[in-house]
């Protein structure tokens, strides 16, 4: 196995986590409703997945003993878990937010059509 590929799936879960919540307010705003109320979890679930990741490649350098790699790059991925996880975290609540506003407009809406 190729376990470089495991820093690459962490990166692309990492930024789909990211990207989910912002696509799906924007197919709200369209009048579609997309991924349906499962974006969040979805985006947090991708998040836990990428950190996943980087700890199976951090248990693979502890079974093939190379502690200097180890040691040269737990201190960033500690820094770059915690800002992904975060991060993933204000994003999702932000557009909840805004998913919340669009669906009182949309309830105002319906209710001056009636």
């Not at 709200?28 to 836990?48: D, E, N, P, Q, V």
Request: glycine share 8%.
């Amino acid at each position: 196995m190729d376990y470089g590929m495991l820093n690459l799936g962490s990166i692309v879960l990492g930024l789909a986590g990211w990207i989910l919540p912002i696509l799906h307010v924007s197919q709200l705003s369209k009048k579609r409703r997309g991924l349906g109320r499962y974006a969040h979890i979805l985006s947090m679930g991708a998040c836990c997945l990428a950190i996943w990741l980087q700890i199976c490649y951090d248990e693979h350098l502890v079974n093939i003993e190379d502690w200097s790699a180890l040691m040269d790059t737990i201190g960033a991925v500690r820094k770059v878990s915690i800002f992904l996880l975060v991060t993933t975290f204000l994003i999702n609540l932000f557009m909840a937010y805004v998913e919340s506003i669009l669906d009182k407009e949309d309830r105002e809406n319906q209710d001056l059509t009636i």
